[in-house]
């Protein structure tokens, strides 16, 4: 200052590196006419009045005088002028750099040529910017006040991308795009994005409807006032969870949204002055529906019901005009709902019901309800309705398919009633087939196995033949005791005692043996004691409860003239076994006493005892 000329005209300091300037070389620099500063980037502090005030002055001075193209004040974090009309400088307390244009009846946002490597706060309050025209610095900015100006749109493009505080208080915004009520939301668990939005004439529009959830959460007066402006009422009544909005697209039509919230119970409704009214209440946890008398349900003039537990409808809106119950748990519309439903279809030609997923009920006692859906127009997509037990299209059922007639009924109950008489004809023609393969392969032996009464016996048959069959022997020990079940037989070639009388050893044998078994051969016929044995045989069985006398007949015996009466008698009126029968060995041995049934025969013995009998 002391090197200075003090009456001065004119300095000429463009170029320099000059960035500050003291109060004292200011107040002396403020005397001087003619001041040149082009291409100095000035360092300017928002607490340094005194140098704010000396740069507004020169920027006045060259604005006057028309020169601020070629003597521009500069402002180094700018690398740029300050925006006309406002105050530029460095916020050392919030590490911002500051462009305050509030209330400088600015119409057109800032121009900013230059991206700038610093934190800007651009304030732009009562003004009267419309819209927003971005610029490289525009995407520099971290705070943008935009209070009490006339912006109609803000679209997610215009939103700088490291924004921290947006303030769009009072102005002409009706609605948010999704994205940058996306934008927003992201950010909630943090304080990093701050978003103002009151004192807007927001509408309730459905086509915002994420808007309108987001603005409810930051702003619940906001929301409010905007349920106002739609008329819905009274406003303050939308429930908690649900979102209420307006859709005008074709009539005014009040939405309540409620889907998805987990609710069990439709809460209290409000509605519209004028108009219809939705409720979407999909995906929830209903059981029933409400009386009429919550408020605002019987209103609803369209009700969605989908996914959810009801399992029957029993109250509805008196003005409905489309109902969606589709995938619950419903069998059956009663009748008093079907005379409601065709009742409606005269006063609401667009009546829309929609039923599909559902267990519906398809029997004889509800086929008022398949002819309800069959005729009616207003059932929508009837090719997705099935019969929950049968799971058949339920359009393609005819009345005779649920209730047959009497005639059909009849003649069901004759044949089955022949086809039981048949059976039970079969199984008596075929028991003793049948009880044969049972014991043969172990099945079912309780019925199969008939009860021994004399298990002491000595033996389990003795084997009655003459002298001159003995070559017949081999084949019935080798079948008989040495195969499956493993039987005991007496004959007197091994088991009567030598000495004793014949008759008494017939006797002993026929007394110590649960069976007798007669081979019977032409020369048993002619055989004395042959005869003999079957005679007292036959008195022995007589007095016994069950059949022990077992008759073989060798295809070589054509009559039994040869034998007396008595003996006659018995061949004529009992049955007797065929040597040549396929089925003789399974006979035989079903003939014979009857193992225990616990007891497993030799599987490998079976194979070479017993014949198949089919």
């Known amino acids: 200052m002391d090197r200075l000329p003090k009456n001065l005209l004119a300095l000429d300091i463009s170029n320099n590196a000059i960035q500050k300037l003291d109060k004292d070389v200011i107040k002396y620099l403020s005397n001087i006419k003619d001041f040149k500063q082009t291409g100095i980037q000035w360092l300017v502090n928002c607490d340094d009045n005194i140098m704010m005030e000396f740069l507004h002055n020169i920027t006045y001075q060259l604005r006057l005088h028309w020169k601020m193209l070629e003597d521009a004040v500069l402002y180094h974090h700018l690398n740029a002028p300050c925006p006309d009309g406002c105050s530029c400088c460095f916020n050392r307390s919030t590490d911002h750099f500051t462009i305050d244009c509030t209330h400088a009846d600015v119409q057109f946002y800032p121009y900013l040529p230059h991206s700038i490597p610093y934190n800007v706060s651009l304030h732009l309050d009562k003004n009267r910017i419309a819209s927003i025209t971005p610029s490289l610095g525009h995407a520099s900015l971290r705070k943008l006040y935009l209070f009490e100006n006339q912006i109609v749109d803000f679209p997610f493009y215009l939103i700088p991308k490291n924004i921290t505080h947006l303030d769009l208080r009072k102005n002409k915004l009706e609605a948010l795009d999704d994205q940058v009520v996306d934008f927003f939301r992201d950010s909630e668990g943090s304080t990093k994005r701050k978003i103002e939005l009151s004192g807007n004439p927001w509408k309730c529009d459905c086509r915002a409807k994420s808007f309108l959830s987001f603005l409810r959460q930051k702003e619940p007066l906001e929301y409010i006032a905007a349920l106002d402006r739609c008329n819905i ?175 059909v009924h009849y003649v069901t109950v004759a044949i089955s009633f022949m086809i039981i008489i048949s059976t039970i004809n079969l199984i008596v023609y075929f028991k003793q087939p ?181």
């Open 233 to 407: 009422f009274p406003s303050g009544t939308c429930p908690e969870e649900c979102i209420c909005c307006l859709d005008d697209s074709t009539v005014p039509s009040l939405i309540i949204d409620c889907k998805s919230k987990g609710l069990k119970a439709i809460p209290p409704l409000p509605t519209l002055i004028s108009g219809e009214s939705t409720l979407h209440f999909e995906g929830n946890f209903l059981e029933s529906l409400p009386s009429n008398s919550l408020p605002g349900y019987a209103e609803l003039e369209h009700l969605y019901l989908a996914n959810n537990r009801l399992t029957e409808i029993d109250q509805l809106p008196e003005n409905i005009i489309t109902l969606d119950i589709r995938n619950n748990s419903i069998s059956l519309l009663n009748k008093q709902m079907r005379d409601f439903f065709d009742k409606r279809i005269v006063a609401a030609t667009q009546l829309k019901l929609l039923l599909s997923g559902n267990p519906w009920t398809c029997t004889c006692e509800e086929k008022d309800f398949l002819f309800f859906v069959r005729s009616s127009q207003y059932i929508e997509k009837l090719n997705d309705i099935y019969c929950g037990r049968t799971g058949k299209l339920l359009k393609l059922i005819d009345e005779s398919d649920l209730c047959p007639s009497g005639l």
């Open 434 to 614: 049948l009880l044969i393969w049972f014991y043969e392969h172990n099945v079912c032996m309780s019925l199969a196995a008939h009860r021994e009464f004399e298990k002491q016996k000595k033996f389990d048959a003795f084997l009655s033949f003459t002298h001159k069959d003995e070559e017949l022997i081999e084949e019935f020990v080798e079948r008989l005791e040495n195969g499956a079940y493993k039987f005991r037989l007496c004959f007197y070639l091994r088991d009567w005692l030598v000495g004793v009388p014949i008759p008494e050893c017939i006797s002993q044998s026929v007394k110590d043996s649960k069976r007798v078994i007669i081979l019977m051969t032409n020369h048993f016929l002619k055989s004395t004691w042959g005869r003999l044995e079957f005679r007292l045989a036959l008195h022995a069985t007589s007095q016994d409860r069950c059949k022990r006398l077992i008759v073989v007949l060798y295809p070589e015996v054509e009559n039994f003239d040869d034998l007396d009466s008595e003996l006659r008698s018995y061949m004529v009126l009992n049955t007797y076994l065929k040597r040549d029968d396929p089925n003789f060995w399974n006979k035989l041995v079903y003939s014979m006493p009857h193992i225990n049934v616990q007891q497993e025969p030799d599987p490998e013995a079976i194979e070479l005892s017993v014949i198949n009998p089919f």
